[in-house]
């Protein structure tokens, strides 16, 4: 045997030739393998160190890709990753062209179900388990969920419906006491009196536990009896009553105990779901990240050797600190306030707002649904609730904004993190759809900050708005460094501003985007292209004037926004269809995110794809004043 046995393993099948006692030895070079790679490339790396050995066993035990491992979020799949043929182009994680975040089926055959949104894993892996029982294929199908993830909804829903069909189906719960956030609610407390409650099976207890309970059926007092000691022993009682076979809590990192836990359930001839309840530590066997409040969930480019992050320094907010920090002055004032998240406090900014008023955030889990109608009872009862969510998990809940909150025209107050291209997340987490999703709802108010100054007024102005439901949105990353405003400088409704006049092209922006408007307009004034800018500001309501008055003193209007097709372009070409303006030759064009999903690069290179630069906006313009498109009118021949 090599001294590297790492170096031998390309797939899973090479990984099932060693003995088990080399695999000991396999998990400590995969562990730093992972460590040198993330420290190059940034990423997810706590949730990694602290699967290791599961991953290992996993695809020592199962036959995949036969055997389907679906991967909860795919936070945790770089190890993964690396022992499924992809070991030479793990340096390419997460940058343009090369491997994803996250599980992603085009990429490999070991990827059977793509994800990076939380608690998908049951609900896929019992549609593949159903569909192996009706095509009689004997494959296994295995979802590694955790315990973050059990607070939401979806993976609730999907173990009532698995118990209830009795389908052949094995979770792994990875209980790390730790989502990106601590996990909070009745699931988290639940699984702690599991650990507390008893110690962790020994081997022995445990193959002795599973033996006897595969090796015969449940029924008369022999089934109820064993069934009686198992929920005694294991504390598996809620999980049972889902009809899960409960197993656990077992330790994750023992791979001799894992490996035999696996081997027997992979065996066994129970008709039924079960459940294996595997305790990990999230970080485990690199300090820096054991020590971290947040083990090390999500790092930039670090030192090995000291664990300290390279962040580049920028002199200016985040839009993400603006909103709480602004949140804060407003809440000092107003006891009505309250801001909501889901398991997600660092990331939307409550984590300083909960530090300041600890009593009125509220972090409901993984549990966007529940969030947003969460606050619309809040609103209902006089309270000013800001539900700080990004962009793509607002997707989760949309049923919810529009029964629960537009429908009543509550005010709940959406703050809307990460819209636009977030850059090496890639598609999954792309505010692309909010604009379209929102705008389209009737008593919404839906705001687009162009800076920072911009959002503090669109904070200050929802504060004030009692009667419907408001969005504003903004981007990752940091402000372009404005003087901020006043909490009492608060907008129009439905009025925009302009920035610059001019007199032949009109350039309509929506959000993010007007820096780099500004440098199109420059370099189209150079051309001798004379440009106005406005900041539109409102995608509803529109400012019907303003947009009238560009379109009949402008020879070409351009919309642009970081969204989707259906949003603020749509919004005012409607509009203007609706008032003849076509009519008398208007040249109209709207800038959107394309019809594909981007995959991962730099935020600047995304863009740059999607045809949202400054240099795409100018050839925008020109391709539209250069167009002498004559569309001839059909003759039609009456029918006799």
Not at 3 to 21: A, C, F, G, T, V
Not at 217 to 231: N, P, V
Not at 284 to 302: C, L, M, Q, T
């Amino acid at each position: 045997m090599a001294k590297n046995i790492l170096d031998q393993i390309k797939y899973p099948s090479d990984l099932r030739k060693l003995k088990e006692k080399d695999l000991y030895q396999l998990s400590e070079e995969l562990r730093k393998e992972l460590i040198e790679v993330v420290s190059e490339t940034g990423g997810h790396l706590g949730a990694g160190l602290g699967v290791v050995e599961l991953t290992i066993a996993l695809h020592y035990i199962f036959d995949t890709p036969k055997d389907k491992i679906v991967w909860d979020v795919g936070h945790q799949a770089y190890p993964h990753k690396i022992i499924t043929g992809r070991r030479d182009k793990i340096r390419t994680l997460r940058k343009g062209g090369g491997l994803s975040g996250f599980t992603k089926r085009s990429e490999s055959e070991y990827d059977p179900f793509g994800a990076a949104h939380s608690s998908t894993s049951i609900s896929s892996t019992l549609g593949m388990a159903i569909a192996k029982k009706l095509s009689k294929n004997s494959n296994h199908v295995v979802a590694v969920i955790g315990d973050g993830a059990m607070s939401a909804g979806m993976a609730y829903e999907a173990m009532n419906n698995a118990g209830a069909m009795k389908s052949k189906l094995i979770v792994i719960l990875n209980d790390n006491d730790m989502s990106i956030a601590r996990p909070v609610g009745a699931m988290s407390s639940y699984l702690a009196r599991l650990l507390s409650g008893k110690t962790y099976f020994s081997l022995r207890e445990t193959l002795k536990l599973i033996t006897s309970a595969f090796s015969k059926r449940f029924k008369d007092k022999a089934g109820k009896a064993e069934e009686f000691i198992r929920d005694i022993v294991s504390g598996g009682t809620l999980f049972s009553e889902l009809g899960f076979y409960y197993i656990g809590p077992i330790d994750g990192h023992d791979l001799n105990v894992l490996t035999s836990v696996l081997k027997n359930v992979k065996n066994s001839k129970y008709n039924g779901p079960i459940l294996v309840h595997v305790v990990t530590k999230k970080g485990k066997g690199y300090e820096p990240a054991e020590k971290s409040g947040d083990k090390y969930h999500g790092v930039s480019k670090f030192n090995i050797v000291t664990g300290e992050q390279s962040k580049p320094k920028n002199k200016s907010l985040s839009y993400t600190k603006v909103f709480a920090n602004t949140l804060i002055k407003h809440a000092e004032n107003d006891t009505k306030i309250v801001g909501i998240t889901g398991a997600m406090p660092s990331g939307t900014g409550m984590d300083i707002f909960g530090k300041k008023f600890p009593d009125r955030m509220f972090d409901v889990g993984i549990a966007e649904q529940h969030a947003v109608t969460f606050a619309a009872g809040l609103a209902t009862e006089g309270y000013k609730p800001f539900a700080a969510i990004y962009s793509t998990f607002l997707q989760r809940a949309y049923d919810q904004v529009v029964h629960d909150v537009a429908i009543q025209s509550l005010p709940v107050r959406f703050a809307i993190d990460r819209a636009g291209l977030v850059g090496a997340d890639g598609p999954t987490h792309a505010g692309s759809f909010d604009i379209t999703y929102l705008a389209t709802l009737p008593n919404f108010v839906v705001m687009a900050a162009s800076d920072e100054a911009e959002l503090v007024k669109m904070i200050n102005t929802s504060v004030n708005i009692n009667d419907k439901p408001s969005a504003f949105r903004y981007p990752r990353g940091n402000g372009v460094g404005v003087e901020l405003p006043d909490i009492k400088d608060i907008l129009k409704i439905g009025k925009g501003r302009v920035i610059k006049e001019g007199k032949k092209v009109a350039l309509l922006n929506f959000g993010a985007r007007l820096n780099e408007c500004i440098k199109a307009s420059s370099i189209l004034e150079n051309k001798g292209i004379s440009t106005t800018i406005v900041d539109a500001r409102f995608a509803k309501p529109l400012d019907k004037k303003l947009i009238m008055d560009l379109s009949i003193n402008h020879e070409v209007l351009v919309t642009i926004e970081e969204g989707s097709i259906g949003g603020f372009g749509s919004h005012v070409m409607h509009m203007l269809s609706e008032t003849g303006v076509f009519d008398r030759g208007l040249k109209i064009r709207s800038m959107i995110l394309p019809d594909v999903f981007l995959d991962q690069d730099t935020p600047e290179q995304m863009y740059k794809k999607a045809g949202l630069d400054c240099d795409s906006i100018v050839e925008k313009v020109e391709n539209a004043l250069n167009s002498n498109v004559v569309i001839a009118k059909n003759k039609t021949k009456s029918i006799s």
